[in-house]
């Protein structure tokens, strides 16, 4: 038994013959704040719908809070397990208040889809916390079309929050965001990562040196490197397929 919530063993991915995973093993620790980094097509989404149940590897193995094997289970399954993910481009429901929306994620992953009302006590008090959090409280009630686009991805983060995942997926949660607004997502990040795991995908670097404490390197598929951020940052290969000389100084 390993103390990892995730677990990627020799995990390999094709498409038309092509490895997109290459007999991958990466692994997260409980409560850990993971960045992922990488060029464009190294595999990372590819990763997080292996960890999802949205792709089936082809050869390998990934192991979900220890007795969990995402390759058997259903994507709606692994939501009840505990895994959440946010993808790329916001999907919260426009027409719907930002308090509804938390409301239909509660839903989601409890089966029972009830907008206005019969929310248990314990559900109401789970929402009031992720407003606060994601500070939007002063927001609940007015239409979510018309959040900012920084709000739009917080309230989606929030979506996942009353969902009460113990591993939170988020692939490339600042892009398009102002840098005020990256802050407060690290912030939020950083708070929300105190009793969960997180697995953040990202391309912004100035983000990552703010926010990481450990970073992974995916290039064509496989681990390129792993470990603090400054030390990976460093890295001559790193450098080389990824940051570029531009990125080196701190
Ligand atoms: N469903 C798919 N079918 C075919 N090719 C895919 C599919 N998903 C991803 N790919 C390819 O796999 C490679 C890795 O993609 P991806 O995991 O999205 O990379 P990243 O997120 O690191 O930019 C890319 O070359 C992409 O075109
Ligand atoms: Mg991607």
């Not at 992720?130 to 686009?149: G, K, V, Y």
């Not at 080389?240 to 990125?247: C, D, I």
Request: glycine share 10%; hydrophobic share 35%; proline share 3%.
């Amino acid at each position: 038994m390993s103390d990892c919530i995730l677990e990627v063993s020799g995990v390999t991915v094709s498409f038309d013959g092509f490895k997109v995973l290459d007999d991958l093993n990466f692994s997260i620790g409980y409560g850990e704040l993971r960045f992922l980094i990488g060029p464009n097509g190294a595999g990372k989404s590819t990763l997080l719908d292996i960890v999802t149940g949205k792709t089936q590897a082809d050869k390998g193995k990934v192991t979900f809070d220890q007795t969990v094997n995402c390759g058997r289970v259903s994507e709606h399954q692994l939501v009840r397990h505990g895994i959440g993910r946010k993808f790329q481009t916001p999907s919260v429901f426009g027409s719907l208040s930002v308090y509804e929306n938390l409301e239909a994620a509660i839903g989601f992953k409890t089966n029972v889809f009830k907008l206005g009302g019969r929310l248990s006590g314990q559900q109401r008090d789970k929402i009031d916390e992720t407003l606060e959090i994601t500070n939007l409280a002063e927001r609940q009630d007015i239409p979510s079309e018309t959040l900012s686009h920084g709000q739009k991805q917080w309230l989606e983060i929030g979506m996942l929050l009353v969902q009460e995942p113990k591993l939170m997926l988020l692939d490339e949660p600042v892009a398009g965001m102002t840098r005020r607004e990256r802050d407060h997502t690290g912030e939020l990040l950083q708070r929300i990562g105190k009793n969960r795991s997180i697995l953040v995908v990202e391309h912004d670097m100035v983000f990552v040196r703010q926010f990481a404490t450990t970073v992974t390197v995916l290039h064509m598929g496989k681990l390129l490197c792993e470990g603090p951020v400054e030390q990976v940052q460093a890295d001559p290969h790193v450098i080389e397929v990824y940051l570029g000389r531009g990125h080196q100084a701190a």
